[in-house]
């Protein structure tokens, strides 16, 4: 049963690592897409598979995607954003909710 499991998680590896590739592709075409939260979104997926397989030797690329996901998240959901969110209102900033 664990290799069933094993298997679906390689299989969703590659296809979140070709996720990735299209996305760099049309963030190549269109750098404002750089910002999206998906971004950060698809790269702690990929960690969470990597982590899931339990393979050391995915180590490095996982680090690099943990940056690249924080990078993305942060910049998108900055106190800002999320304070806009929760008041509703884009004139509010964090501390005036």
């Not at 760099?24 to 990929?46: E, K």
């Not at 397989?53 to 959901?77: C, F, H, N, Q, T």
């Amino acid at each position: 049963m664990a290799w069933v499991v094993r298997n679906l998680i390689s299989t969703q590896v590659a296809w979140l690592r070709e996720a990735d590739a299209e996305f760099g592709r049309a963030v190549a075409a269109s750098p404002g897409l750089r910002d999206l939260a998906n971004l950060g979104f698809l790269q702690l997926d990929l960690v969470r598979a990597y982590c899931a397989l339990g393979d050391a030797s995915s180590v490095d690329d996982a680090e690099r995607r943990l940056a690249a996901a924080r990078a993305a998240l942060v910049k998108r959901y900055d106190a800002v954003y999320e304070s806009r969110c929760l008041c509703g209102n884009q004139n509010f900033t964090a501390r005036s909710c």
